[in-house]
């Protein structure tokens, strides 16, 4: 069984690792602009517990970027980024969550595996600790990088405001 956990605090925009209920490592994020919220093409972050479904990535240079879960074979750069201003990047690491609350955040229009809820990296001159997402969680690359090799297939995330 695993004793590790993941715990998104909405209002202070902070990602916990915990070990045995002890904080291991606190990472700032920007999650969803619309604020917290289960529905389907709501742009919100979906609260309540939470798995790690699986993780995408492994080995990837730093700001690689992906499109549907797979490298592109783009790495993000400032000069790409002023040729598609309105991207939405995904960066370096994908962490894909699946709710286990049924009816809650599982299951229908409030599933946040079929909604494609990420833990993943964004440019880092995107700032942190301000809700900026279109509902996934956000986290600069080297912090994601980190947090990637300690979070296990599985491991429960609870996402609470």
């Not at 994020?29 to 529905?39: A, D, F, I, K």
């Not at 964004?122 to 956000?138: F, K, N, Q, Y």
């Not at 690359?141 to 995330?157: A, H, K, P, Q, S």
């Amino acid at each position: 069984m695993c004793n590790r956990q993941l715990r998104i605090d909405l209002a202070r925009q902070q990602l916990s690792c915990l070990e045995s209920a002890q904080e291991m490592a606190c990472y700032p994020v920007s999650t969803g602009l619309n604020g917290p919220g289960e529905s389907t093409d709501s742009g919100c972050t979906p609260r309540g517990k939470h798995r790690v479904r699986i993780k995408i990535g492994a080995g990837c240079p730093l700001n690689t970027v992906f499109v549907g879960r797979r490298p592109t074979g783009e790495r993000y750069s400032e000069l790409l980024a002023k040729k598609q201003p309105d991207r939405d990047w995904v960066l370096t690491r994908i962490i894909w969550l699946s709710g286990i609350e049924s009816g809650f955040n599982r299951g229908g229009r409030v599933d946040t595996l079929r909604r494609y809820i990420y833990i993943h990296g964004t440019p880092d001159l995107e700032p942190m600790g301000v809700a900026r997402s279109h509902g996934c969680i956000r986290m600069h690359n080297r912090d994601l990088i980190e947090l990637f090799d300690w979070v296990e297939t599985g491991m429960l995330v609870e996402i609470r405001e």
